[in-house]
């Protein structure tokens, strides 16, 4: 199965809150998300089995602020899938931006472990995403809510990955700004697509530093100038995004169908 159409059976299960009838063993990826909380189950393949996601604010610039939060809602995904799949999950990965390091990367871990699942993994957010993405030879930028990470993977090994602040998060400070809502306003305002041909324009500084962030960690890697760029994450919804990213970042850019669901399929390859 592609990967295009794993992400859109992916966003079909986590719609209809149903699962597919495949015996296990299973495979179960947590994303602990800025703007949301995500968990997915695959089959030991990486075809999307079940899964289930939460709005939160548990997490700010790929940090847990919110460890009992955070906890808590893996705990009601958890029990969730495992009520429409009818098994007990017991192990799981989780991932963190590219550098996040000591305690700030095990407390993700030790938010699946209090929530009932065994950590067998963490994997960098960029690197994730191109695992589900099936890519062996291109460049992945997430756009997280607080941050922007990039892996560059070559004949399917990791090159190197970077992450930097800037994400989504400071969308809706602009927003938030510019038209004197508050935050929530500014995330509603955000997330109604009828909006975004207005917003454009307002976040359009935004989306270019997002590209001189991710050309800025490109500099001096001239054998990348040629490799296909993915962009994902929650941002990468917006409409426009793809061509106002594109445009400043000097080449073009793939957004995948349901970008916000990329990276938590491909951290269920992991777990």
């Not at 299960?13 to 695959?42: F, R």
């Not at 790929?62 to 906890?71: C, K, P, Q, S, W």
């Not at 399917?156 to 969308?171: A, I, N, Q, Y």
Request: proline share 6%.
């Amino acid at each position: 199965m592609g990967a295009y159409d794993n992400i859109q059976n992916l966003y079909h299960l986590i719609k209809t809150k149903t699962a597919v009838p495949v015996p296990g063993p299973y495979k179960v990826g947590v994303d602990l998300g800025t703007a949301d909380v995500v968990l997915v189950v695959t089959d030991a393949q990486g075809n999307p089995v079940a899964g289930s996601m939460r709005w939160a604010s548990v997490v700010k610039d790929g940090l847990v602020v919110d460890f009992r939060g955070a906890m808590n809602i893996v705990m009601e995904l958890k029990a969730e899938v495992e009520q429409i799949m009818g098994v007990t999950l017991e192990k799981g990965a989780t991932a963190i931006p590219p550098g996040t390091v000591g305690r700030n990367a095990e407390v993700c871990s030790h938010v699946i472990a209090g929530a009932g699942l065994d950590p067998v993994c963490q994997v960098d957010e960029p690197v994730a995403a191109a695992k589900a993405l099936h890519i062996d030879h291109g460049i992945v930028v997430d756009i997280g809510g607080g941050t922007t990470g990039i892996a560059v993977l070559k004949n399917g090994k990791l090159l190197f990955s970077d992450d930097e602040p800037t994400g989504g998060t400071h969308v809706s400070l602009v927003l938030g700004g510019a038209y004197n809502i508050s935050w929530g306003e500014a995330e509603r305002l955000k997330k109604d697509f009828q909006n975004h041909s207005r917003i454009m324009p307002v976040i359009q500084p935004v989306i270019e530093k997002m590209a001189t962030i991710v050309n800025k960690m490109l500099r001096g890697k001239s054998e990348c100038s040629q490799y296909p760029v993915y962009v994902v994450g929650g941002t990468a919804y917006l409409n426009g995004f793809a061509g106002a990213f594109s445009k400043a970042f000097g080449r073009p850019v793939e957004v995948p169908p349901h970008p916000l669901l990329v990276t938590p399929l491909g951290i269920a390859h992991f777990g």
